[in-house]
């Protein structure tokens, strides 16, 4: 025989106010662990530094706006083949030079009848790829050459920052076309020209910041324990500099961004059909006065992505820095 269902009581307001209340001591709860001055483990003392870090950095609404920027760069460049409405490189004649506002090509088509979007989705991969991996070969080698110079000091330091000084001497964006230009156009040549000209800045700014330490009563201390000279400056020296190194990274991902678009521009880096940001600019500047789109809206991504980094930086300063911070 079947038995009617069990009516489950109505929700009171009591018991609403009772959870909120339980969840919102619990939150402070949670706060005030993270936030106490007398952690009692290492991965309290931590998280506590991590949550005062975010804090501070998400209170300033430009860099979030620039953090917001970025995330939506690296959506698009992750999930390209599903969110690009059109294939980048096919070309419908038919269709070609279409206004922005389009139905079918919200920011129109360039001069083959490929669809501009797409190929901004797509080349934000490009520009990103170039600008991480140019980050991930020069912070290593400017931090390890200035470390090493402020570390050891004498004719070590004398001959590693006069090869700095004489690379710091030349323009970075004519040393990185010169290279460009000798090693010849394509997406690798460019990383390497950019590289070669990237690292003295980071060498300068990592032996600004051993010479602060290497003195300090911590190293000291651990010499007199017996601790190498090795293990001195990969244990303590390095991760002491890396955050610094780090914030001047993002900062720089900016300049690094508009040198991949000028070689680009100029033909030197990656080649066509490829959907890279300032070959599109190059390709649209002879259109510009009948279709001023297929240029213009390449560079406002440009300028996006270069300012998002510029306020990434910003906030990362002020985090890390303890000139900026509390």
Known sequence: MHRPAASVPPLHDDDRDDDD???????????????????TSRAQAVLGSAYRRWTRFASNPLSMFGLGILVLLVVAAALGPLVAPHDPLQQVLPERLMPPGSPSHWFGTDQLGRDILSRLIYGSRLTLSIAILVVVIVVPIGLLIGTVAGFFGGWTDVVLMRVTDIALAFPKIVLA???AAALGPGVINAVVAISITAWPAYARLARAETLRYVNADFIHAARLQGASRPRLLLRYIVPLCASSVVVRATLDMAGIVLTVAGLGFLGLGAQPPSPEWGYMVASGRNVLLDAWWVATIPGIAILLVSLAFNLLGDGLRDVFDPRHGD
Not at 25 to 39: K, Q
């Open 177 to 179: 076309l010169a290279f």
């Open 21 to 39: 209340r339980a969840s919102t001591t619990r939150r402070r709860r949670c706060r005030d662990w993270l936030l106490t001055d007398s952690p």
